[in-house]
C-alpha cells in the first residue's frame, strides 16, 4: 500500500512551507537605501507643467495609468495569476509547487489547444521542485514499508522514488492532457473567489465531478475520475513489486501489491489527493495576498 493520505497533506503544506518562510522573510535594506537616509535633504526641481494633449487625443484622468489594485497584486494576464497570453499561470502554490492549471477571475478565456494542455501538463511534472516533492514521499513509504516488496535500503528507496515519480507523471498527463484532449474538455481550475468559506469548499470539492468543456458548458469530469482510474491501473499492474513463492525460496512470502483492490485504494488516493489540491488552490490567492500583506 501507499503512504496514508495524511502523509500526502502532511507533505503538501509542511514542505512549501519553507519555501513560503523563505519568501516572506524581511530583507536587509540595500547599501543605496541607507546612503540616501544619511544624505542630507535636497531641493526638489520644480515639477514641469504636463503637456497639453493635441488635437484628437483626450487626457487621461489622473490615476489611470496605476496597474496595481488596492491589495498590492499587479493585475493579471488574460484572467490569470501571473498569467501568460497562451491561458495558463505561471503561479506556485506556497511560492513552491507549480500551479499552472490554476486561473484567477478567469472570466471568457479561449480553450486550450491540444498542443497547450500537453506542454503545460509537461512544464509542472518535470518541474524542478517534483525532485523534492517525490523525494519526500518515497521516504514517508521507507518509514512505513509501504509495498514490502520493495524492502529496504538505496535500493528500495530508489525503486520507491521512481514509482512515485512515474505515478505522478502518468496520472497527470492521463488527467490533465490525455483525456482532455480526447474528450474536449478543459483541464483548467477556475477559481470562484467569493462567497463563504463552505460555499467555496463546496464548489472547489464539486470540480472533482465537474468541469468544462472546450466550448464553455460544465460536464461531467470523465478526465479526473476515468483518467485517475486508468493511471492507477497501468501503475499497479506494470512496475509496482509483484512478490511471491518461487522455486527454492527461503524468505517470507510477501503478498504481491498488483491486485484490483489496491489499484481501487491508488485510484482513491489520487482522486482524494486531487481534490484536497482544489481546494487549496482555491484558498490559495487569498493565503497569497495576506502573505504579501503581511511581509510588507
Known amino acids: 500500500m501507499r503512504p496514508s493520505h495524511f502523509a500526502h497533506v502532511f507533505l503538501l503544506i509542511s514542505i512549501p512551507a519553507a519555501f513560503c518562510a523563505a519568501q516572506t522573510a524581511p530583507q536587509p535594506a540595500t547599501r543605496e537605501a541607507s546612503q540616501s537616509a544619511q544624505s542630507p535633504a535636497q531641493t526638489p526641481e520644480p515639477t514641469p507643467l504636463p503637456a497639453k494633449p493635441s488635437a484628437g487625443q483626450s487626457a487621461q484622468p489622473a490615476g489611470q495609468n496605476q496597474t496595481q489594485d488596492k491589495s498590492g497584486d499587479s493585475p493579471s494576464t488574460s484572467g490569470t495569476s501571473s498569467g501568460t497570453s497562451s491561458g495558463t499561470s505561471n503561479d506556485r502554490l506556497f511560492f513552491a509547487l507549480p500551479n499552472f492549471l490554476t486561473l484567477e477571475?478567469?472570466?471568457?478565456?479561449?480553450?486550450?489547444?491540444?498542443?497547450?494542455?500537453y506542454?503545460?501538463?509537461?512544464?509542472?511534472?518535470?518541474d524542478p521542485i517534483e525532485i523534492v516533492w517525490y523525494g519526500a514521499l518515497a521516504s514517508v513509504c521507507q518509514a512505513e514499508n509501504?509495498?514490502?516488496?520493495?524492502?529496504?535500503?538505496?535500493?528500495?528507496?530508489?525503486?520507491?522514488?521512481?514509482?512515485?515519480?512515474?505515478?505522478?507523471?502518468?496520472?497527470?498527463?492521463?488527467?490533465?492532457?490525455?483525456?482532455?484532449?480526447?474528450?474536449?474538455q478543459d483541464p483548467r481550475y477556475f477559481q470562484l473567489g467569493h462567497g463563504s468559506f463552505f460555499g467555496r469548499t463546496e464548489y472547489a470539492v464539486s470540480r472533482i465531478f465537474v468541469t468544462r468543456t472546450d466550448s464553455g458548458h460544465s460536464q461531467?469530469?470523465?478526465?479526473?475520475?476515468?483518467?485517475?482510474?486508468?493511471?492507477?491501473?497501468?501503475?499497479?499492474?506494470?512496475?509496482?513489486?509483484?512478490?511471491g513463492y518461487r522455486p527454492g525460496q527461503t524468505a517470507p512470502y510477501v503478498a504481491s501489491d498488483r491486485t484490483w483492490k489496491n489499484a481501487a485504494s491508488v485510484w482513491g488516493s489520487q482522486v482524494g489527493y486531487d481534490t484536497l489540491t482544489l481546494v487549496v488552490k482555491e484558498f490559495w490567492p487569498d493565503i497569497r495576498r495576506r502573505l504579501k500583506k503581511h511581509s510588507r
Request: hydrophobic share 40%; glycine share 12%; with cysteine.
Open 119 to 126: 506542454k503545460v501538463v509537461a512544464r509542472g511534472s518535470f
Open 220 to 243: 461531467f469530469n470523465y478526465s479526473e475520475i476515468v483518467g485517475a482510474a486508468v493511471a492507477s491501473v497501468i501503475s499497479t499492474y506494470s512496475y509496482h513489486p509483484h512478490p
Open 105 to 117: 477571475n478567469a472570466g471568457q478565456v479561449p480553450p486550450l489547444t491540444t498542443g497547450q494542455k
Open 146 to 184: 509501504c509495498e514490502p516488496g520493495y524492502g529496504q535500503g538505496w535500493a528500495a528507496y530508489a525503486k520507491r522514488y521512481g514509482a512515485y515519480a512515474a505515478d505522478g507523471t502518468i496520472e497527470n498527463f492521463f488527467v490533465g492532457a490525455i483525456f482532455p484532449s480526447m474528450l474536449r
